[in-house]
Structure formats: structure tokens, C-alpha cells
């Protein structure tokens, strides 16, 4: 049977149908660095419009699609799938799993999400894009004309499945496939907080799903729950958007903060300062995420006891964040400290970040932010921790794992130029918007009066998203000069500290030919201390088992794809036969029993070579 | 050779294997989600249970006697799926069919009173999902545990016609013990929705 492994594929169809972690993270890195850049072109288009007073470039329809399309799209189809493909890419090797729990789970959530980024960005070519803001608040939301807003109920409903399985499929994995003597307190950080993330996913998308489920209702089916006339309440959607929406924060930056762990350790040639208070402080911050969600909400009017407490719980969030950044700082402190680009991000991240966190505390304090609400302080502030953080993350994470992802090195000259590009234009787009905020400029509004002294920052916002961009062009063409021309990357490039630097770049199909045995935190920088060239071994040489490719979780998202769009236009004969065809394909995965194949043992490429 | 096969199942047949490790801890996570789901559902309604738009009230809607046949029989099929459970891990079979065809068949009975139900309350009351928000909260938090029961049928049935010749073994245990996970936390929703929908609809 082993035939089957190394038989030619059609390459459409092997990427259809791939099951393999490895490619699914390359699936999910590649469609989320795609809408990265839909959503800085709208970004872009944004400070174009605001770049003069009374300025005429977009219009006040076409601006709100495109703020609405800018947060939605960053959040939901940028940054959770790279988080997600890094999660694909890195986790297993790290904990010396040849594969995840539910491959097949693992496959059907990415078709999922593309199904959903696609059916949501439908909207800008069937009579205009969602423009009720990313929070969809009702009855904003309830009543905005046209189907803008039912693509972007829809092709998040479906998005958000696919992030709900993800998550589950990575909690098993890390619970039970980690190799022998990969105990929890010998994670490596970044597969600790994605550990931490996967349980906020689980437990806070489906207050989303409901909250979209319910303003799908009153938008098609004539429901009345957010329609204050009929007795129904908006607040409740507020509520659940929260509930999901906070989290989801933590959702992002969690993992983030696990990648910067491990690349300023990796570049100060230091083992990670106090790696149990980050394990604890990542736990604690992903439980407290779960109970502020009301400063969200302090203007409502939910009265001074519900607004303290929510204050406390938000301002005790900044302990276990203030831990990180000191364990950070103390990393750094007495090491080797190099500054290739992937350090650069994480050793930039730290200022900013810290900035963002400062405004939230001041955000924190209700009085304060009956000022604050609404205005470009939160603007200034949300960019500053996502962009400040999730992002640089991202692109650290990014120039770190390239070699181990693509076997190839990214150029180190223009990387540098990226960061420092995108790292002044970050700070001129977002650091006048807090003066802005004081100064009363109120959000989400498409132009401002000259002669209010908002010209000067508008114009050096925009500038700076200008830089930002212009970064941005340079890492593509960074990566297009690797892909066409890179040299080859070794296995271990930055002389990393965990498992997945023990094996080829990139990894073969199998992960590791044996398991290989635990014998501490920083495993592969332990077996190099004590001379090894290589793991140890924890189980002889044997076949090897894989799962089949499917094209099944393809056909299923395709069928929810189809009943989405049908359910817009209220073709419901359509809608249904594409739930018929999603649930055929459960069927089918149900009744056809897949056994899965061996690679075996005979075929395996000799000791110390590279994977086929 | 079955027969020989059989008798060597270990005592817990639905976790001897990986797959199926990571299929019931999975599962335990989906049904966390699912709990979330609910609760969700749970809380609009709690808020919206007294928004009945001048029409029809809780209380002079429900009657308490269809409502509690319909717990009973949810609640014996309960019951049903734990004698199924028992046959799996004692490896016998054709009596863990058994009890769950009794399972679906009590799951069947629950959903025709349900649709009963609902026809009733909307020809006779004209108590709708658009009639008032009480009146959306109330179909969606029941119709979303209704379309969990019919799912858990179309499920038990399937795994009952595909298995039903090849028997029990490390692969088929998982897939029957985890519907019965299923079926259990259907079960539960249900008692918060008989208190939290009709005990304090008729006394809240």
C-alpha cells in the first residue's frame, strides 16, 4: 500500500483534498495573506478619504462598507487564519506529534473559513458590501437596506464553524498526541498559548453564532428580538457580540504572545525567563477575558455596579500582561541578544504593545471612557494592541517559521527595510489618532471640518498608512525574490531550542520517522548542550501509519457556500439542496470507513537524510 | 473469527484506541461548546420572556400535562441509552441495538408532541416567531434543542443500518458511545428548558 504515498498527484487536486497539517497551514497562510492585503488596500483607501478635510475620494456609502470591511476582514480572514496557519504548520512538530488529532476535522474547518471569506466579500459584487461596522450592532445592522449585511451574517456564520472545529481538533491534539515525555510544563510557549487560545475559541464562538443566528432571524425570517417596537432589545446583541467579541481579542493575541516567547529566548540565547508565570499568566489573562466584556459597553447605561465590576476585571487583566512583558524584558536581559527581522518585530512589539495596553487601562476607568467612547482614542488604542501586537507577531512569526515552513530563507536585508518601514508608519498612522480622540474627532465617520486643528494628524495618519503599505509591497516582493531564488535553508537556521528545528525544512509528510523521547523544557536545545546530533529516539523504526485525502470537506463547505448565497437572495429550494449536499458528504464520511495507509518502514529515507 | 474478536475487546472498548481517545475527548469538548450555544439561547430568552407584545402570555399558553409526557419520554430514552452504554462495555451487541432502536423510537414520540405542540400554539393561539420577541425567543431556544433531537435520530439511525451486520469492535464502540454523550446532553438541555420555559412560564 505504500505505493499510495509516492504515486504522482495532480497538484489542484492534491491541495483539495490534503489532509496533511503541514499543507493545510500553507492553505491557511496563504488565503489569510491574501485578505491581509484586501484589508490594508481598504485600510489604504480609508486614509485616502480622510487625508483632507471635506475630502471627496470614496463617499460616505462607499467609506462605510469599507470600515466595515476593514475590521471584518482583519479580524475574521486575516489574522485567525495565520494565526491558524502557523497553529497547522508548528504545533505538531513542537510536540512531536506525527499529525493532529481530526486531519480530517482539520481540512473541512479551512474549507469552512474560505467558504465564509468568500461568500462575505461577495457583498462588494452583488449591490454592495456590509456596512454596519464589524460589531453589526442592532438595529443598525436590522435595518440597513440591501444584502450587505446578510453576507456578512452568513459568510461569518460559516467562517466561525470552521474556527469552532479548528479549535477543537487543536485542544485534542495537544492534550493527546504529544510525544512521550512532552509533559504540559514542557510545552513550548507558543503551543502552550495556542493550547489557552483553542479553549477561548471553544467557548466563546458560539455566543457569535447565536448572535448572527438571531440577527439572520430578524433580517429574513421577520423575528422580533431586536426590534424595540415589538418589545425585543438590542442590548442582547451587544451582549452576545461581547461575550464572543472580547475573548476573541485574547483569541488573537494569545498566540502572538507565545511566538514572541519563543523568538526572544531563540535570539538571546537564553532559556525563557519565568516559564511557569507565563504559562500562568496566559491561562489567567484567556480566563479573565471571559468576564469584561461589558467595558465594551460602559456607555449603555447598565448602571455603576455593573460598570465597577467590569472596570476591575479589566483592569486586573493588566497584572498577568505586565508579567509577560517583564518576563520578556528579563529574557533579553544578561543574553546574546541578535536582531535578525524576526527579533526586530518581537523587540519593536514590546513598546508598542505596551502603549496599547496604557490606553486600555485609561479606557478601563468608566468616567474616562463616557469621554473616550466612540472616538479615535479607541481607534489609536485597539490599532496599537492589534497592529502593535497580533500583527508584528505575525510578521515575526513569520520570518522565523519561513525557513522551517518552505525550507528556503527569506532576504534579511529587505526584511529589516519592511520592519523599519512598517514600524515608523505604524507609529505616525496611530499615534496622532489619540490627540485626535481627545480632541473629539468621533469614529467610523467619513470626513471632518477643516480649521478644528485635525488637519496636521489626519494627514500624518494617512502618510503613515502610506509607509505601512509600501512595507507591506516590499515583503511581497521579498517573498516572490524566495520563492523564485532563495537559498536553501539548513534544519536548525537560528539554532532554535525547540522540537521542530530537530527535523528536515521542510518537514517530511510524517513529521518524525520515530517519536522521538522528551527529556526537558527547550528539548532540542538540551539534546545539542549534550553533543546529540539528533532526538532520541522513544520507539523502534516502524511503518507509519497517514490518513486518506478527502475531497469531502471541500463538497461540504461548498454546500454551505451555496446555501448562504442561496438564503441571501431568499432562493430557498437552492438553500436547501446546499444543506442537502453538505449533510450528504457527513453521510457519506460516516458510512465509508477510512482506514487510512502505511508508509512503510523500507521506504523511509536512511538516518540523518532529508525527507522525501 | 468475530466471535474470537469479540471476546477480546478490552473492558472500555469506546477508549482503547487513540482515535477513539481523541474522539470521545473531542466530543467532550463539542458538547462545551455546545453548552455555551445554549446558554446563549437561554439568556435571550430569560430577557425576552415577558415581551409578549400585548398577545398571548406563557401562562395561558402552556399546558403542563403534554409537557411533561414529553419530559418523561425524553427522559426514559435517557435511561434507554444508559442500558445501550451498558451492552457496549459488556460487548453485547444485538442488546445495545436493541435499546437504542427504543431510544430513537422514544426520541421519535418526543419530537411528534413537539410538532404537535408548536402546530398548535401557532394555529390556535396565533402565537408565531414573529408574533412577538417572546414569541422568537421561545421557538428558537426549543426549535434549536428540537433540531438537536431530530440530528441525534438521523445519527442513531445511520450508525444502526451501517453497523448493524459487522458488529462491535475498537472502531464502531466510539461512534455508538459518543451518540449516547449526545443523547445524554440533549436530555439535560431539556430539564433547564422544562424549568426555565414552562415551570416558570406557569408559576415565574
Given at each position: 500500500m505504500s505505493a499510495h504515498a509516492y504515486k504522482k498527484k495532480n497538484p489542484i487536486w492534491d491541495w483539495l483534498t490534503t489532509v496533511d497539517h503541514k499543507k493545510i497551514g500553507i492553505l491557511y497562510l496563504v488565503s489569510g495573506a491574501f485578505f491581509f492585503l484586501l484589508g490594508g488596500l481598504e485600510a489604504i483607501l480609508l486614509r485616502v478619504q480622510l487625508l483632507y478635510p471635506e475630502f471627496d475620494f470614496v463617499g460616505a456609502a462607499t467609506f462605510n462598507q469599507l470600515l466595515t470591511m476593514h475590521g471584518t476582514t482583519m479580524i475574521f480572514l486575516a489574522a485567525m487564519p495565520l494565526i491558524f496557519g502557523f497553529m497547522n504548520a508548528i504545533i505538531p512538530l513542537q510536540i512531536g506529534a506525527r499529525d493532529v488529532a481530526f486531519p480530517f476535522v482539520n481540512s473541512l474547518g479551512f474549507w469552512l473559513f474560505s467558504a465564509g471569506g468568500i461568500l462575505l466579500n461577495l457583498g462588494w459584487f452583488m449591490g454592495g458590501a456590509p456596512d454596519a461596522g464589524w460589531t453589526g450592532y442592532a438595529p443598525l445592522s436590522t435595518t440597513s437596506p440591501g444584502n450587505g449585511v446578510d453576507f456578512y451574517v452568513l459568510g461569518l456564520q460559516i467562517s466561525g464553524i470552521g474556527t469552532l472545529i479548528g479549535g477543537i481538533n487543536f485542544l485534542v491534539t495537544i492534550i493527546n498526541m504529544r510525544a512521550p515525555g512532552m509533559t504540559f510544563m514542557r510545552m513550548p510557549l507558543f503551543t502552550w498559548s495556542s493550547f489557552i487560545t483553542s479553549g477561548l475559541i471553544l467557548f466563546?464562538?458560539?455566543?457569535?453564532?447565536?448572535?448572527?443566528?438571531?440577527?439572520?432571524?430578524d433580517r429574513l425570517f421577520g423575528t422580533q428580538f431586536f426590534a424595540a417596537e415589538a418589545g425585543g432589545n438590542p442590548i442582547i446583541y451587544e451582549h452576545l457580540f461581547w461575550i464572543f467579541g472580547h475573548p476573541e481579542v485574547y483569541i488573537l493575541?494569545?498566540?502572538?504572545?507565545?511566538?514572541?516567547?519563543?523568538?526572544?529566548?531563540?535570539f538571546a540565547r537564553k532559556r525563557l525567563f519565568g516559564y511557569s508565570a507565563m504559562v500562568f499568566a496566559t491561562a489567567l489573562i484567556g480566563f479573565l477575558g471571559f468576564m469584561v466584556w461589558v467595558h465594551h459597553m460602559f456607555t449603555v447605561g447598565l448602571g455603576p455596579i455593573a460598570n465597577s465590576i467590569f472596570a476591575?476585571?479589566?483592569?486586573?487583566?493588566?497584572?498577568?500582561?505586565?508579567v509577560k512583558i517583564f518576563n520578556w524584558l528579563f529574557t533579553m536581559w544578561g543574553g546574546k541578544v541578535s536582531f535578525p527581522t524576526a527579533n526586530l518585530f518581537a523587540v519593536g512589539f514590546i513598546p508598542s504593545f505596551v502603549l496599547g495596553g496604557m490606553t486600555g487601562v485609561m479606557l478601563s476607568v468608566p468616567p474616562a471612557d463616557y469621554q473616550y467612547h466612540d472616538s479615535y482614542f479607541v481607534v489609536a488604542h485597539f490599532h496599537y494592541v492589534i497592529v502593535g501586537g497580533v500583527v508584528f507577531g505575525l510578521f515575526a512569526g513569520f520570518y522565523y517559521w519561513w525557513p522551517k515552513i518552505f525550507g528556503t530563507m527569506l532576504n534579511e536585508f529587505l526584511g529589516k527595510l519592511h520592519f523599519w518601514l512598517f514600524f515608523i508608519g505604524f507609529h505616525l498612522t496611530f499615534f496622532p489618532m489619540h490627540f485626535l480622540g481627545l480632541m473629539g474627532m468621533p469614529r467610523r465617520v467619513y470626513t471632518y471640518l477643516s480649521g478644528q486643528s485635525l488637519d496636521e494628524a489626519n494627514f500624518a495618519a494617512s502618510i503613515g498608512a502610506f509607509l505601512m503599505g509600501i512595507a507591506t509591497i516590499i515583503m511581497v516582493w521579498n517573498i516572490i525574490q524566495t520563492a523564485i531564488k532563495g537559498k536553501k535553508a539548513g534544519n536548525d537556521p537560528w539554532d532554535g531550542r525547540t522540537l521542530e528545528?530537530?527535523?528536515?525544512?521542510?518537514?517530511?509528510?510524517y513529521n518524525f520517522a520515530q517519536t522521538p523521547l522528551i527529556r526537558g523544557l527547550d528539548a532540542w536545545w538540551l539534546e545539542k548542550r549534550a553533543g546529540n546530533k539528533g532526538m532520541v529516539p522513544a520507539e523502534p523504526l516502524d511503518d507509519i501509519h497517514m490518513p486518506d485525502a478527502s475531497i469531502l470537506p471541500f463538497i461540504m463547505s461548498l454546500g454551505l457556500f451555496i446555501a448562504g448565497l442561496a438564503a441571501i437572495y431568499s432562493m430557498w429550494v437552492i438553500a436547501i439542496g446546499g444543506l442537502v449536499l453538505t449533510v450528504v458528504g457527513m453521510v457519506i464520511r460516516s458510512v465509508i470507513d477510512y482506514h487510512g495507509y502505511h508508509i512503510h518502514k523500507e521506504d523511509l529515507p536512511a538516518e540523518g537524510g532529508k525527507g522525501k | 473469527m468475530r466471535a474470537e474478536e469479540m471476546s477480546k475487546l478490552p473492558a472500555n472498548p469506546e477508549r482503547a484506541t487513540l482515535d477513539g481517545k481523541n474522539k470521545f475527548l473531542g466530543f467532550w469538548f463539542f458538547l462545551g461548546g455546545e453548552t455555551v450555544l445554549f446558554a446563549s439561547l437561554f439568556g435571550v430568552y430569560l430577557g425576552l420572556r415577558n415581551a409578549t407584545n400585548g398577545g398571548v402570555t406563557s401562562n395561558e399558553l402552556f399546558e403542563l400535562p403534554l409537557v411533561f409526557i414529553a419530559t418523561m419520554l425524553l427522559l426514559t430514552s435517557s435511561l434507554t441509552s444508559v442500558f445501550a452504554t451498558m451492552a457496549l462495555k459488556t460487548n453485547h451487541f444485538k442488546r445495545m441495538i436493541g435499546w437504542f432502536v427504543v431510544t430513537a423510537l422514544l426520541g421519535l414520540a418526543f419530537l411528534g408532541l413537539e410538532i404537535y405542540e408548536f402546530n398548535h400554539y401557532v394555529h390556535e393561539y396565533g402565537h408565531t416567531m414573529q408574533s412577538s420577541a417572546w414569541g422568537s425567543?421561545?421557538?428558537t431556544l426549543v426549535g434549536t434543542h428540537g433540531a438537536h433531537v431530530t440530528a441525534?435520530?438521523?445519527?442513531?439511525?445511520?450508525?444502526?443500518?451501517?453497523?448493524?451486520?459487522?458488529?462491535?469492535d475498537l472502531y464502531t464502540a466510539p461512534k455508538f458511545y459518543l451518540f449516547a454523550l449526545y443523547w445524554h446532553f440533549i436530555d439535560v438541555v431539556w430539564i433547564f428548558i422544562f424549568t426555565v420555559v414552562y415551570l416558570m412560564g406557569k408559576v415565574g
Open positions: 466563546a464562538f458560539p455566543a457569535l453564532t447565536i448572535g448572527l443566528a438571531l440577527l439572520m432571524f493575541v494569545l498566540p502572538v504572545f507565545g511566538m514572541f516567547s519563543e523568538i526572544i529566548a531563540t476591575v476585571a479589566t483592569m486586573l487583566i493588566a497584572v498577568p500582561t505586565g528545528w530537530a527535523i528536515s525544512s521542510p518537514a517530511p509528510e | 425567543a421561545f421557538y441525534g435520530i438521523i445519527w442513531i439511525a445511520l450508525l444502526i443500518f451501517r453497523n448493524m451486520r459487522r458488529g462491535m
